[in-house]
Each structure stands twice: as C-alpha cells, then as structure tokens.
C-alpha cells in the first residue's frame, strides 16, 4: 500500500470528520434498524470495469475512522491497473461499521479511480508531452484529485494561487497588457524577495513575441502557456498556429498548452513539439470509475 503523501493526508484528517458528519449524521437509522448488533460479516472490493485504483489508502482511513476494528486488505495498490471483473480488496469485521462506511469509502474511491483512470490514458497518448493538471478541482478535494492524478501518471501543476505566478488572460487584461503584467511581476518578486516560477499566458503570435522581447530584456519567464491555439477543425484538430508559437520559442523556455484538451486531441497537441499540457478535464469533467462493495455473512 502507497503511503498517503504528507499534504494529502493532512487534507484527509481535515475532511474526513466532515464528509462522516455530512453522510452519518446522528446515525445510520437503516443499518441501526436493520442489522442486529454484534453481526460480523464481510465485503469484496470489486472493479466493474477496467481502469486505474485510486484512493485505496483514502478507503482504508473511512473504515478505521468508523471503527478501528474494521480489518482491510488489499491485493493491489493505488496506481495499478484493473481489469472488469477483479476482486481487488477486502474488510472484514462489525456489519454495522461496514455498511455505515461504504459509501463515503467508495465515493471517494470511485471519483480518485476515474480521475486516475483519464490520467493514466491521457499521459499515454501525449507522449512525449508530459500532461498536466490544472485548478479546476472540487472545492476541499483538491488535495486527493491532484494525488489521483499523480498515481495516474499525469503531473500536478501549481497547488494553488501561493506557489507559481501564473499570469493569465484576465491578468494581461486588468494590469493593461503584456508588459506592464510582466513588469509588476518582476518587482513584486523583487520587492518581496520571493523566489517563484513565473509562467505567462500568450493568446496570439503576437503575444507570444512580446513575451520572448521581455523575456530578453531579463524579465523572468519560466514557462510559456499557449491557450487556445489548436482549433476545432473539420476532421480534427488545427495546431498550424500552435506550432508556430512553439517553433518562435524554439526552446528559450518551457511551452504549455491549454484549451480543447481531450484524450481524442492531446495526441495532436504532442506533435507540436509542445512540452505539456494541461487539462482541465481530469478533475471537472472526471467520470467516476464503476467499483462496488458487496457484503456477506463473516
């Protein structure tokens, strides 16, 4: 079992209480009714279709935190690959505990294996590309959907707004254009002595020249983000002007591409020479991986 990295683990034990509180209440009336106290039975973890586990760790902590008692095993880890079918874990213990815990284990499973489950494709076939998560996660799951995407294959991006600058559209437009974002970016670094990457958004050829003369002219510029300049197109996807503006920084620092990302495109993006990019998809648009939880009699 993959031990939960540090600052998934701490925003676990933050949301854990709540989404129990959320989905017990002041308890689970039906099993109360329903099920004699002192039963033990047991459950198989089963995959209904292929894909990628994620949030076996996560499972196992909604079980303990029910009852301490409840005894899981696993027979395989988060990360690996499943195939429909595939019994791939086990909890036994108090019947009452078990089913009181079964949904919120499997919530959290099903969304970190589907979000895993895109990763794992879309990394596949951007090759040599690396893929790249974005913000666009659910409010307080940040930290388990970036961790399904790491254990999918794909990269986290930035955490947040507190660990790169990331000046987009909206940015260039309220700050009054291109240099004047990059200008005030240089001096709130230097000014508050903070040592961060820097990426910029450019939206036309013409934006990405002027990010390329600034960056010249010793303005930081780590990474170049090029949003939207693949389009729809009959038969496909257009990259033309995508891989012009990869072709005009010709490796004067890192490319990123954003905007109609999907499995069916990031294929086409790659070829571009692009260095990564970014999809929203693996976190707002995640379809949960179908995997249920059935119980016996111990």
């Not at 690396?130 to 399904?148: C, E, F, I, M, S």
């Not at 600058?165 to 240089?186: I, M």
Request: glycine fraction near 10%; proline fraction near 3%; aromatic fraction near 4%.
């Amino acid at each position: 079992m993959l031990p939960l990295p540090d600052a998934v683990a701490a925003a676990f034990d933050d949301l854990l209480p709540r989404a129990l509180a959320e989905d017990v209440g002041a308890g689970d009336v039906t099993t109360l009714a329903t099920v004699p106290a002192g039963r033990r039975a047991a459950a198989r973890f089963l995959a209904k279709e292929d894909g990628v586990l994620a949030g076996l760790a996560v499972a196992e902590r909604v079980f303990a935190a029910v009852d301490d008692g409840l005894a899981v095993t696993w027979d395989a880890a988060d990360g690996a690959a499943v195939t429909s079918g595939t019994v791939f874990g086990r909890v036994e213990g108090a019947a009452r505990a078990i089913l009181t815990a079964e949904r919120l284990a499997l919530n959290l499973m099903q969304r970190m294996s589907g979000i895993a489950t895109a990763a794992r494709r879309m990394a596949e076939a951007a090759r040599p590309a690396v893929v790249l998560d974005t913000r666009k996660t659910a409010p307080g799951l940040r930290a388990l959907d970036k961790w399904a995407v790491a254990l999918g294959g794909a990269r986290n991006h930035r955490t947040g707004l507190f660990d790169m600058v990331l000046v987009k559209d909206n940015h260039v437009d309220a700050a009054g254009g291109v240099e004047a974002a990059l200008r005030g970016v240089h001096a709130y670094l230097d000014a508050h002595r903070l040592d961060l990457p820097v990426e910029v958004e450019a939206r036309t050829l013409e934006e990405v020249d002027e990010v390329l003369r600034l960056a010249d002219q010793g303005l930081r510029v780590d990474r170049l983000l090029l949003d939207n300049m693949a389009r729809p197109a009959p038969g496909g996807l257009d990259t033309t002007l995508l891989a012009e503006a990869v072709r005009r920084v010709g490796g004067r620092m890192e490319t990123e591409a954003s905007g109609n990302v999907t499995l069916e495109t990031v294929g086409a993006l790659a070829t571009t020479g692009v260095d990564f990019i970014s999809s929203g998809a693996l976190t707002h648009s995640v379809r949960a991986l179908d995997v249920s939880l059935k119980i016996t009699l111990a």
